[in-house]
């Protein structure tokens, strides 16, 4: 008998049906166990919402004397805790996985009201991974777990392992979110104070626009302070979904996971990630979700530009202004400690480094040079110096004193467009921007930004030619050793006229201080410009506007704590499977939420919020770290970054992270792409499919169809089908995508075989899956139970009798936890193939057309009752 696969049976005196003990196995070397002293303590669970438990007795047995039975059984007495009493009696017994004990089988039928075959049950709080339990355990807590024995087709017998849990990333991540949100914020602060003297009318706005930013700020610092004081769960309740404070933390956000152990086969995994939809519930919906909010939001900021004398960005520029911003930042620190580095080499190194951190250096400013040569940037200068105290623009002199608001230039000026064209004054007419917000093309030095700019490009120049000359003359030296240094090569093989150690070292400490001055100036300038198009976008923002991006915060906050908890969950699984690995820092991983919120009333403005969240989510990079230690707090995930990028560090202990592949030791950023997939399944969408509009859903799921398709092709061509994992069904994944695109465009009520696909494909290249519905509690539970079935069956020969009996015991600890059955709440929709009874239910919308018809409902109504029960 392979013991490996062995688990331990216990019959409880007073009981009919056996009980499993899951967990309790052993591994090839079983011997070494073979004086393991198991100790069973039996407690009895009261009926009722409060599942009180009492303790009945104990008893202990050792391995050996289970094996050396010869009836393969062991009787044992419970005791009282005291010892005192004997209250009953426990048989022990072994099974082989797999085997059938005759008559012992239960008889197999449909009914829905068929006992459960629920064989164990605990609340134990921790992760139970046999490998990777001490990584799991720190950000997974709170684990509750649920074993099922079912029969396969073959007649043998597999035990099916539930296992919800909470994740600590559920208030890590939004906290620290706020956190980088006050950061950014102070920043930006600063920076428009670094604009320097502004005319009245600017001052007096960028005045505003700081009071703006010091009210989020506080609003801000107020929800961390009152996040800090929580204890207790690590999830937001549906419950709370309504508070403020409690805003950026996602909705029941829990890990499930389902591990199936069958006879000959290895154990099985599928991991899911429930989570309520990425709303601002604390906000509402009145108004709209966030894509409609936006989309009405950039209309009226052009009004706005006209009025404040603004120029207009479109969301495109504005977000390129960003990321300029963030470049700069980033490079300009970057670029100065490599030239520090490059002269400390200079001095003590070989050639060979020095050339490897010039190779660096080069490579970074011109990545400072490119960012900084778009026309962005030169428009905006040109829109900053004509914000200055005391310009006057040719414009200004010959227009009248209070022009209107739509004025346009005279017929000699030309404008600079924000692209850096320019327009005539016949074009300009047409142009919501005053004329008198840009400066005449004359007025000011067009030439000079792009001087200073190529004075960047003009000292590198120096630092390589140097550094060239050098290299030069080493080659030359044939009898040098490799061990000398800079000095010992230039002083012993110096060209006509000779070139000393400290003549060369001073002329490249001259050309590195002079490329490391022209960088900050360059820097400085582009900080500048970019920061007064963002304040020229702050000032068009309005109350709306600042309200419009602390909801998109939330959301996001939302997502991307979900994101989070997936892809942990997800490496934490894969961190021995080579395949994975090889994909994940190739083309990364698709993350799919699948969404089953209606597209009518209040869920339609859920699904726009949610939409724009994980579209957000695109900005997200993944890194792999080595965490300090194998402490609990080590292990937690951090986030750094700004609002168009962020980055999510994910440690791992010492022995974990040495195996990964180099290119994941190095630190290279993982990309996850998000797609998300929408179709309503309960009674409001039967509503919107008859009387409204389901376009919103149509042209979410059209869209992200694209993207999804567009990453196959990406991982065809890059990793091979090897990496992928093995399945049953042997449908090929480009099959599944064109029937999903064939599903995508049909017109069809409730079309769940969106969501199935897009499940299937997304577990066939190794994709993090999602689960939402508004609070993810019946529509959520309905759709994970019936996917596990569904796998049961097409995955592990779950017998077909068993269906509906496992759909049925896996969905009833919600109703013996006092839930709300799936016919009792009408926001469960019907997902299974069991549906229940249809209500009686009439669209109101239908009844309100005409008084006649409500007579009609109500004699109808009746006489479908007296029908019923009579």
């Known amino acids: 008998m392979d013991l490996s696969s062995c688990c331990w049976r216990l019959r409880c005196w007073g009981t009919r049906d056996p009980m499993f003990l899951p967990g309790v196995s052993f591994p090839p070397d079983w011997p070494v166990y ?14 009722g919402l409060q599942q009180t438990s009492n303790f009945l007795g104990s008893s202990s047995f050792s391995v050996a004397d289970l094996l050396q039975s010869k009836d393969q059984q062991l009787s044992l007495s419970l005791r009282t805790a005291d010892d005192s009493a004997t209250v009953g009696t426990v048989v022990v017994s072994r099974m082989k996985m797999g085997e059938i004990e005759d008559g012992e089988v239960d008889h197999i039928t449909a009914d829905m009201h068929q006992k459960c075959t629920l064989v164990y049950e605990s609340s134990h709080g921790r992760i139970n991974d046999q490998d990777n339990g001490p990584i799991m355990n720190a950000v997974f807590k709170n684990a509750v777990c649920k074993v099922y024995r079912f029969q396969t087709v073959d007649s043998k017998w597999m035990l099916v392992r539930e296992q919800m849990a909470e994740c600590t990333l559920s208030f890590s991540v939004p906290k620290q979110l706020i956190a980088l949100y006050i950061q950014e914020d102070t920043c930006r602060i600063q920076e428009l104070k670094d604009l320097g003297e502004l005319s009245p009318h600017w001052d007096n706005l960028r005045k505003d626009v700081i009071s703006r930013y010091d009210q989020i700020i506080k609003e801000y610092q107020d929800t961390l302070a009152e996040l800090e004081k929580l204890t207790g769960p690590l999830f937001k309740p549906s419950c709370s979904k309504g508070q403020k404070y409690l805003e950026f933390i996602p909705i029941n956000l829990h890990t499930q996971r389902m591990q199936v152990t069958c006879p000959r086969r290895t154990d099985s995994f599928y991991d899911v990630v429930t989570v309520g939809a990425p709303a601002a519930h604390s906000q509402g919906f009145k108004n709209g979700g966030l894509q409609k909010l936006l989309s009405k939001y950039e209309t009226e900021k052009k009004s706005y530009s006209t009025a404040y004398q603004c120029i207009y960005y479109p969301p495109e520029q504005t977000a390129k202004a960003r990321e300029i911003l963030c470049v700069v930042s980033q490079l300009q620190p970057h670029i100065s400690a490599l030239a520090d580095q490059l002269l400390q080499t200079a001095q003590k190194s070989p050639i060979q480094p020095l050339r490897d951190v010039l190779k660096s250096l080069e490579e970074k400013t011109e990545q400072f040079v490119h960012a900084l040569k778009d026309e962005l940037v030169k428009s905006a200068l040109l829109a900053l110096h004509a914000a200055r105290p005391g310009y006057v623009s040719k414009s200004q002199t010959s227009a009248p004193s209070s022009p209107h608001p739509g004025a346009t230039a005279e017929p000699h000026s030309v404008c600079n467009n924000v692209d850096g064209s320019q327009t005539t004054p016949k074009e300009s007419r047409t142009s919501p921007v005053r004329a008198d917000s840009i400066p005449h093309h004359k007025e000011y030095d067009e030439e000079e930004w792009d001087r200073v700019w190529a004075s960047v490009a003009k000292s590198l120049n120096c630092v390589i030619a140097l550094v060239d000359k050098l290299q030069e003359q080493d080659n030359n030296n044939l009898e040098s050793a490799p061990g000398h240094t800079l000095a010992d090569v230039i002083t012993s093989h110096s060209p006509d006229p000779p070139l000393t150690a400290e003549v ?21 300038r582009a900080r500048r410009s970019v920061s007064f198009i963002l304040l020229q976008e702050a000032v068009c923002s309005t109350a709306q506007g600042l309200q419009l991006q602390q909801r998109r915060d939330a959301v996001f906050s939302q997502a991307l704590a979900a994101l989070a908890c997936g892809f942990v969950m997800r490496l934490y699984a894969g961190l021995e499977d080579k395949g994975f690995l090889r994909q994940l820092h190739a083309v990364g991983l698709v993350a799919q939420f699948e969404s089953l919120l209606s597209t009518y009333s209040e869920e339609i403005g859920m699904l726009e919020d949610m939409e724009v969240g994980i579209s957000d989510l695109h900005r997200v990079a993944f890194r792999i770290t080595e965490a300090a230690s194998e402490e609990a707090f080590s292990m937690q995930p951090t986030v750094s970054g700004r609002r168009d990028r962020y980055t999510v560090e994910v440690p791992l202990p010492h022995h974990a992270f040495q195996a990964l592949p180099d290119e994941l030791r190095q630190g290279k950023p993982l990309h996850v792409l998000p797609v998300l997939f929408n179709v309503g399944i309960n009674e409001q969408q039967t509503i919107a499919e008859r009387f409204g509009d389901i376009s919103l859903q149509e042209r979410i799921n059209q869209k992200n169809f694209e993207i999804l398709e567009g990453y196959y092709k990406s991982l065809t061509n890059t990793v091979s089908s090897e990496c992928l994992p093995c399945f049953q069904t042997q449908t090929d994944i480009r099959e599944l995508l064109d029937s999903l695109g064939h599903n995508v465009v049909t017109k069809k009520r409730k079309n769940v075989e969106i969501l199935w696909l897009a499940g299937m494909i997304c577990r066939r290249i190794n994709g993090i899956r999602f689960t939402s519905c508004k609070s993810a509690k019946d529509r959520t539970s309905m759709s994970v139970t019936l996917e596990q079935c569904s796998l049961l ?13 496992a759909l049925d015991c896996m969905r009833s600890g919600l109703l013996a936890q006092g839930e709300v059955a799936q016919w009792d709440d009408p926001e469960v929709g019907s997902v299974a193939t069991n ?13 309100l057309v005409s008084s006649h018809l409500l007579v009609v409902w109500l004699i109808l109504s009746l006489v479908f009752l007296l029908a019923k029960y009579q």
Do not use: C, M
């Not at 073979?34 to 009926?47: A, H």
């Not at 069956?793 to 009996?805: G, P």
């Open 835 to 847: 549906k229940p009874a249809s209500r009686h239910f009439y669209p109101i919308a239908l009844l």
């Open 504 to 524: 060369w070292q001073d002329q490249l400490g001259v050309v590195v201080q002079t490329l490391k001055e022209s960088v900050a100036e360059v820097a400085e």
């Open 34 to 47: 073979r004086e393991t002293l198991i100790k069973l303590s039996i407690y009895g669970v009261n009926d």
């Open 793 to 805: 069956r097409d995955e592990h020969q779950l017998n077909k009798d068993y269906f509906v009996r």
